[in-house]
C-alpha cells in the first residue's frame, strides 16, 4: 500500500509540474502584453520597459519560470500586475466566496433535481412528467447569464426580492450573507438541477422495475415507503456519484454567475485576470485549481484502491 | 455542457491535469471583454430622449438643508481601477476613487477651467515660463494626521518624476527642481517653459501623498494609500470593490454628508442598470446606449451628460512597422503612402448621420482633436469637412487607386465597437471604399497597435484638459503613442512652440494651424466625441460629472 501510494504521490507532482509549464507557457503564448495591458492609454516607452522590468517581464522565459516556482514553492504566489495586492491574499479571499456558491448551488439542484426527477418517475406518461422534461431541458438549454439577467429584472428590479449584486460575507452577516448568495445559486444550480432530474428519472424508472420494489409492494408497504424509502435511496446512489462530479463544472459555471451578480469569486477573478493579463494572478489560479484537481483525484483513487483490492494489486505489480 | 466532463472526471492522475487545463479554456472562454480604456461606446452612448441631445448636465452641488447626514453610497463602476497609488495608477477609473480620497494642487471646474483645490491660487508663471510658485492651503491635514506643506508637495512630484512605473513623469514635463522656499509655498522650476504643466497638476500628478505613507510603503502605497481627502482608504477586494470612509481630519469635513462610499466593478452595462433601478447601487458610470433611453423616462432617476474632452476615431498605419518606440519605417500600401486615399476615406464618412444613427444624436462629431468644450478650441480647430462620396471617388481615381479600396480595420470585440464598425463599412462603400473589419479582444487590439500590426484601426482616447495631451504624443514624430507612424516637421514645430507658449491666444492659434495640417495628412481620422452618461438615483443629491469625465461623489448625500 505504502509503494502505491508513493507511485500515485509521485504521479500527482509530476502532473502538478507538468500543469505549471504548460500554464505558464500557455498565459505567456497568448496574445497582448502585460505591460501594455497594464499602462492602458497613459503609456509610453519608458513606463513600459519600467513596468516590464518590475514584473521581470523582459527576463528570459526560464528565469521568469524559476522565479514563479521558487517562489510559489515557499508560498508566495507573487503579486497583481494590475493592483499590486498578494495574489495569495486575493485567491484566500475569493476561494471561500465561491465554494460557498457552489455549495449553496448544488443543494438548489439537488432538492429541486430529485424532487422533479421522483415525480417524473412515479408519474411517468402523464403531464406531470412532461412539465419536468421540460423544465430539465430548458435547464439545460437556456444559459445562465440569460437566466441571471431574466432573474435581476424580475426578481431583483420588479419584485425587489433579491439584492442584484454585492456580497457579505457569512460570518460578519450570515442573513445578508443568504439574502445575496441565494439568487446567484439558484441561477447557478438549474443546469445542475436538469441533469439531476433526469439522472433520478432514469434511475428511478430502473428501481421501479426491480424485483425488490416488487416485493416490497406484495409485501404491503404504502406507495410512499416504496418510493422514498426503496427506489429513491438506492436511486441517489447514482446521483450522489453524479453530484459529485459535477462539482468542477460548477465552479467553472460560477465564472458567468459571478460576473452578472458581481461576487468577488474565484472565477471572476481568473476571468479579469486573463482579460487583463494578469500573469502572476493567472498562474496562481490556474495552479491553485489544478492542485485542488489533482488532490481530489488523488484522494479518489486512494478510496478505490481501498474498496477495490484489485487497483492496488495493479499498482503494486 | 456538463456531461461532456464526466469521462476525464472519472479517470486518475492524468485526467486532473487534463480537467485543470480545461477548466483554465472553459474560464479564459467564458465572460465578456472588459475594456479598462475607450473603446468605442465605452464611456456613453446614445439616447432617444430629446433631452438627450447634445445638452451636458453635470449635476449640482447637495443644498447642505436637503440632504441628511450618513449613508453608504454604493456607485456601480464599469471598470476596475488599477493600482490606488497616484504616481503609478493609469486608469480612468482610479481617478473616480482618487477623487474622494486624494485631493489636487489644482481640481477643474464644470467649464473645464482648472481651479485651485489644496493650492490657494492658480500658479504665478515668470516671465520666461521656467518657474511656476504655488502658494499652499494651510491647516490640511493627510489621513494619517501628517500636516500638508511644501516638502510633501515636493516628495510628490518627486516621486512622479523618479518612481519606477511612474505614468506622471511625461505629464510632469521638463522640470529640473522642486524647491520649499516656505512650509506654504512650492516653486517648480522647469528646463524650458511647459505650458500643459498646470492642467496636469489638476489631475493625478498634482495629488500629494502623505510622505510618511510613501517612506513606510514605498512602492506599495496603493495597498494603503493616505492622501489628504473627504474620505480615507478602508478596503478593497480585488476585482470587486472597493471602499472608502469620511476621513474626520478632512479641512472641510462639514461638507461631507456620506459615512462611506463602496465602489463596486459590475463591468456590464445592463447589470450596471439593474443594480440602479432596483436600489441595490445609487450611481452607476459608462450607461450603455440601450439603458439610458429608460433611466431618463424612469422618474427616479437622473442621468448625468458631459461630452468627453477626447474622441474617437481611426488611425492609418502610415510608418510605424516596426513597432512604436522603433525607428519609422513606411508601410508599403496606397493608403499609408498617399494622403489622397485617406482623405477620401475621410469624405467618406457622413459624420452626422453616424452619430445620429449610432448614437441617436447624443455624441458629438469631432473632426480635430481639440474639443469644442476646450478654452484652446477656435474656428480652425473646429473646421470640418463635408461627407462628399463623390469627391471621394474622384481622389480615389486621382490617386490611381482600384476600386472598390480594400482596406481591413482592426477594432475591440465588444458590441457598441463592432456597430460602429458595421455603420462605417457601410458608409464607405459609397466612397469607393471595401472596408474589412477585423474584430480583436481588446489587450490584443493594444498589442497589435504598438507593433504596427494594422492598417486602419479603430480606437478612441479619454481626452485631457489641456489640448497638447490630446495632440503630441499622438501625432508628434517622438510622441509615446504616435501608432500612425506620423511624421510632419511642420507639425511638430507647431505642437512644440504650442507646448511652450505661455500665451494662451498664441497657443490657440497653433491649434488651428495644427488642425488644419492633420486635416491634410490625415493620421487619425477623428469621428466623434462621446458623451459621458452617468446614472443616478434621485435619492441622493450631489453627484457631478464634469468634463474630464471624473464622477465627484464625494459631497453628496443621501435627500432628506
Same mark, same amino acid.
Given at each position: 500500500?505504502?509503494?502505491?501510494l ?63 516556482v ?39 439542484a439537488?432538492?429541486?433535481g430529485?424532487?422533479? =426527477? ?41 419584485l ?28 447557478? =444550480?438549474?443546469?445542475l ?49 453524479i453530484? =459529485?462530479?459535477?462539482?468542477g463544472?460548477?465552479?467553472s =459555471?460560477a465564472?458567468?454567475?459571478?460576473r ?12 479579469d485576470?486573463?482579460?487583463?493579463r ?40 | 455542457?456538463?456531461?461532456r466532463?464526466?469521462?476525464?472526471l ?21 465572460g ?10 465605452s ?20 443644498d447642505?438643508a ?13 471598470? #476596475? ?9 493609469? /486608469?480612468?477609473?482610479?481617478r ?25 491660487a ?6 520666461d ?27 510628490s ?16 514635463g ?18 524650458k ?20 505613507a ?11 494609500p ?20 469620511? #476621513?474626520p ?5 462639514a ?17 450596471? /442598470?439593474?443594480?440602479?433601478k ?27 451628460q ?13 510608418a510605424?512597422?516596426?513597432g ?12 499609408a503612402?498617399d ?9 467618406s ?8 444613427s449610432i ?8 473632426? /480635430? ?9 477656435s ?26 479600396y ?24 459609397e ?15 493594444? #498589442? ?91 435619492k ?12 465627484r461623489?464625494a ?6
Amino acid at each position: 500500500m505504502r509503494r502505491y501510494l508513493l507511485g500515485r504521490l509521485w504521479q500527482s507532482i509530476v502532473t502538478l509540474i507538468l500543469a505549471t509549464i504548460v500554464v505558464f507557457v500557455g498565459v505567456r503564448a497568448l496574445p497582448g502584453d502585460p505591460a501594455l495591458a497594464l499602462a492602458g492609454e497613459d503609456r509610453d516607452p519608458e513606463s513600459l520597459r519600467a513596468i516590464r522590468e518590475q514584473y521581470g517581464l523582459d527576463d528570459s522565459l526560464l528565469v521568469q519560470f524559476w522565479q514563479f516556482v521558487s517562489h510559489a514553492a515557499r508560498g508566495d504566489l507573487g503579486q497583481s500586475i494590475r493592483t499590486g495586492e498578494s495574489v495569495t491574499t486575493m485567491i484566500a479571499n475569493a476561494l471561500p466566496v465561491t465554494i460557498e456558491l457552489s455549495v449553496l448551488a448544488i443543494l438548489v439542484a439537488s432538492v429541486l433535481g430529485v424532487g422533479a =426527477g421522483v415525480v417524473a418517475a412515479v408519474r411517468r406518461g402523464r403531464p406531470a412528467e412532461w412539465a419536468a422534461n421540460a423544465l430539465a431541458l430548458l435547464g439545460l438549454s437556456v444559459p445562465n447569464f440569460w437566466l441571471g439577467l431574466m432573474a435581476i429584472l424580475y426578481l431583483s428590479v420588479a419584485l425587489g426580492l433579491f439584492p442584484a449584486s454585492g456580497f457579505v460575507p457569512f460570518f460578519t452577516d450570515p442573513v445578508g450573507n443568504l439574502h445575496h448568495l441565494i439568487l446567484p445559486a439558484l441561477i447557478l =444550480g438549474t443546469g445542475l438541477a436538469a441533469v439531476i432530474m433526469r439522472q433520478t428519472r432514469s434511475s428511478m424508472l430502473d428501481a421501479l422495475s426491480a424485483d425488490y420494489i416488487r416485493t416490497a409492494e406484495a409485501k404491503g408497504l404504502s406507495p410512499r415507503a416504496v418510493i422514498g424509502r426503496h427506489a429513491l435511496r438506492n436511486s441517489l446512489i447514482v446521483v450522489v456519484t453524479i453530484v =459529485g462530479l459535477q462539482l468542477g463544472a460548477l465552479i467553472s =459555471g460560477a465564472v458567468v454567475t459571478e460576473r452578472i451578480f458581481a461576487l468577488p469569486g474565484f472565477g471572476k477573478l481568473t476571468v479579469d485576470a486573463v482579460f487583463q493579463r494578469d500573469y502572476p494572478v493567472i498562474q496562481a489560479v490556474v495552479l491553485v485549481t489544478a492542485a485542488a484537481y489533482i488532490l481530489i483525484n488523488l484522494l479518489v483513487d486512494l478510496l478505490y484502491s481501498v474498496i477495490d483490492p484489485r487497483i492496488r494489486v495493479r499498482g503494486d505489480a | 455542457m456538463t456531461t461532456r466532463r464526466l469521462p476525464f472526471l472519472l479517470n486518475r492522475s492524468s485526467s486532473s491535469f487534463a480537467g485543470a487545463a480545461a477548466g483554465v479554456i472553459a474560464l479564459a472562454l467564458i465572460g465578456t471583454a472588459c475594456s479598462p480604456v475607450e473603446p468605442a461606446g465605452s464611456e456613453g452612448g446614445g439616447s432617444n430622449s430629446q433631452q438627450a441631445g447634445g445638452q451636458d448636465v453635470f449635476g449640482d452641488p447637495a443644498d447642505p438643508a436637503q440632504v441628511k447626514p450618513g449613508g453608504t453610497l454604493t456607485v456601480a463602476l464599469s471598470a #476596475d481601477p488599477d493600482k490606488l497609488d497616484p504616481t503609478l495608477s493609469r /486608469s480612468l477609473y482610479s481617478r473616480y476613487v482618487f477623487h474622494t480620497m486624494c485631493e489636487k494642487l489644482y481640481d477643474l471646474g464644470p467649464d473645464a477651467k482648472v481651479v485651485p483645490q489644496l493650492a490657494t491660487a492658480l500658479p504665478t508663471i515668470s516671465a520666461d515660463g521656467l518657474s511656476l510658485t504655488i502658494p499652499l492651503k494651510q491647516g490640511v491635514r493627510f489621513a494619517d494626521g501628517g500636516t500638508l506643506d511644501s516638502t510633501a508637495v515636493k516628495v510628490s512630484i518627486e516621486r512622479g518624476l523618479t518612481l519606477a512605473g511612474s505614468g506622471r513623469k511625461s505629464e510632469l514635463g521638463p522640470i529640473s527642481a522642486v524647491e520649499t522656499p516656505d512650509p506654504n509655498t512650492v516653486v517648480i522650476k522647469l528646463s524650458k517653459p511647459f505650458a500643459p504643466l498646470t492642467a496636469a497638476l489638476a489631475d493625478r500628478a498634482g495629488m500629494v501623498l502623505s510622505p510618511a505613507a510613501v517612506s513606510r510603503l514605498g512602492a506599495n502605497f496603493s495597498t494603503a494609500p493616505v492622501c489628504v481627502g473627504p474620505f480615507k482608504f478602508a478596503s478593497r477586494v480585488a476585482q470587486n470593490s472597493i471602499k472608502v470612509v469620511k #476621513d474626520p481630519l478632512y479641512y472641510d469635513a462639514a461638507k461631507v454628508h456620506l459615512d462611506a462610499i463602496e465602489y463596486r466593478i459590475i463591468t456590464d452595462s445592463s447589470i450596471r /442598470s439593474a443594480n440602479l433601478k432596483s436600489g441595490d447601487a445609487q450611481v452607476a458610470d459608462s450607461l450603455s446606449t440601450q439603458d439610458a433611453p429608460s433611466l431618463q423616462q424612469d422618474g427616479t432617476m437622473t442621468v448625468l451628460q458631459s461630452q468627453s474632452l477626447g474622441y474617437q476615431g481611426l488611425t492609418v498605419n502610415i510608418a510605424n512597422a516596426n513597432g512604436i518606440g522603433n525607428p519609422l519605417k513606411p508601410l508599403d500600401t496606397p493608403i499609408a503612402k498617399d494622403p489622397r486615399i485617406r482623405q477620401a476615406l475621410a469624405l467618406s464618412v457622413d459624420r452626422e448621420a453616424l452619430v445620429k444613427s449610432i448614437f441617436n444624436g447624443l455624441n458629438t462629431v469631432a473632426c /480635430s482633436p481639440v474639443s469644442p468644450k476646450s478654452e484652446f478650441t477656435s474656428d480652425a480647430a473646429q473646421v470640418c469637412p463635408p461627407h462628399d462620396p463623390a469627391k471621394a471617388k474622384q481622389l480615389l481615381a486621382d490617386a490611381g487607386a482600384s476600386t472598390p479600396y480594400k482596406v481591413t480595420m482592426i477594432t475591440s470585440n465588444n458590441p457598441d465597437s463592432l456597430r460602429l464598425a458595421q455603420a462605417l463599412q457601410a458608409m464607405v462603400k459609397e466612397g469607393g471604399f471595401d472596408l474589412v473589419i477585423k474584430p480583436v479582444e481588446y489587450a490584443s487590439l493594444l #498589442d497589435q497597435q504598438d507593433r504596427g500590426d494594422f492598417e486602419l484601426l479603430q480606437l478612441g482616447w479619454s481626452g485631457r484638459v489641456d489640448p497638447d495631451a490630446n495632440i503630441y504624443n499622438f501625432v508628434g514624430t517622438s510622441g509615446s503613442q504616435n501608432v500612425a507612424g506620423y511624421s510632419n516637421p511642420e507639425v511638430d514645430e507647431l505642437l512644440t512652440d504650442a507646448r511652450q507658449s505661455t500665451d494662451k491666444a498664441d497657443r490657440v492659434k497653433l491649434y488651428g494651424d495644427v488642425v488644419a495640417k492633420l486635416q491634410q495628412d490625415l493620421p487619425l481620422i477623428y469621428l466623434y466625441r462621446q458623451r459621458n452618461l452617468t446614472g443616478v438615483s434621485k435619492k441622493v443629491l450631489g453627484i457631478q460629472v464634469y468634463p474630464d469625465g471624473v464622477l465627484r461623489a464625494a459631497f453628496a448625500g443621501f435627500a432628506k
